[in-house]
């Protein structure tokens, strides 16, 4: 699935679609270059999944935690980490804390640790905004992303 945002409004709208959907467990991986859109993505899936505060980019910390009324998301960025130094950072608890799901930005770093049902989000910018090219790798991201192109 391919979707064109015009502004971060409707990116953050997207988002926001996405994080009603989600349930503990669920991965995103986001892809993107820098300024592509993948930390606003991700305050509308925080915003889907009922966190009412302000999220940030964990560029620096690695990861933030936003506690929804409905799921609590854990956001990571793995942009300043080696593929070498992933199993050092605890990611496999986030991954598997069945009561969260997890947004991954620049998640090249930890490809083996992900479960092979995951939804990735390839962002990158186009003339018009922004293009978001949406590829579901097991049945259960099948199902997000068949909900998401009807929602």
């Known amino acids: 699935m391919i979707v064109k945002t015009r502004t971060p409004v409707e990116t953050q709208a997207l988002g926001r679609k996405l994080g ?3 349930k503990g467990l669920d991965v995103v991986c986001l892809y993107g270059e820098l300024g592509s859109g993948k930390t606003t993505m991700t305050k509308g899936i925080a915003a889907g999944a009922g966190f009412r ?7 620096f910390g690695l990861a933030r935690l936003y506690r929804g009324k409905r799921l609590t998301l854990n956001h990571l960025d793995l942009y300043r980490v080696g593929a070498a130094e992933t199993g ?4 496999e608890d986030f991954l598997h804390d069945p009561k969260a ?11 083996a640790y992900y479960p092979k049902d995951r939804l990735e989000v390839r ?3 186009a ?6 090219a949406f590829k579901a790798m097991g049945r259960r991201s099948r199902e997000l992303l068949r909900r998401l192109e009807s929602a």
């Open 88 to 91: 050092d950072i605890g990611l």
């Open 20 to 22: 009603r959907l989600l």
């Open 101 to 111: 799901a997890c947004v991954i930005e620049w998640p090249q770093a930890g490809a």
């Open 53 to 59: 505060g302000r999220v940030m980019s964990p560029t």
């Open 127 to 132: 003339a018009d905004g922004r293009r978001l």
């Open 123 to 125: 962002l990158s910018h």
